[in-house]
């Protein structure tokens, strides 16, 4: 799984003109999920995006947790992620998840994320979207399960 996860002060996307999340300070989370992928992969992704220490304290420093802020959480799927542009000028995309493997995912991360966070949203899987955000910082950090240390 990859995950770009950006720290906002505001979030929302919408399709088709229709808002269908929105969150205020916290993390966007822009979700790819590989064909290899499994509900293992997701958990420790979800348990180093909650986590990190990316938030800010008292004194300014990047020093608490989402889950020490309260933050919120927009999860929005996006298979470009999984983009290969090694080759040629049009990416190809065979490493990203099937549909139906890829959802299933971004479900259960989302869900993940509802268990351990008090506000969490989530885009229209498979939908023409436009994310709008105010970066904090700015602030985006780039996570791949198979870079990650495995669980201690």
Not at 66 to 75: K, M, N, P, R, S
Request: proline share 3%; hydrophobic share 40%; aromatic share 6%.
């Amino acid at each position: 799984m990859r995950a770009v996860i950006q720290r906002v002060a505001e979030a929302e996307v919408t399709v088709a003109g229709e808002t269908v999340g929105a969150i205020g300070r916290g993390y966007l989370i822009l979700l790819g999920v590989g064909a290899a992928d499994t509900a293992a992969d997701a958990d420790r992704l979800w348990a180093k995006i909650r986590d990190l220490r990316i938030c800010e304290d008292e004194q300014g420093k990047t020093n608490l947790s989402l889950t020490q802020t309260a933050g919120e959480v927009l999860v929005v799927s996006q298979f470009t992620l999984y983009a290969d542009c090694r080759r040629g000028r049009r990416p190809s995309f065979t490493a990203a998840g099937d549909p139906a493997h890829a959802e299933e995912l971004y479900r259960y991360v989302a869900e993940l994320a509802r268990r351990d966070l008090g506000h969490v949203e989530t885009g229209s899987f498979g939908a023409h979207m436009q994310v709008r955000l105010v970066n904090d910082g700015p602030f985006t950090i780039v996570l791949d399960t198979d870079e990650l240390a495995p669980r201690s």
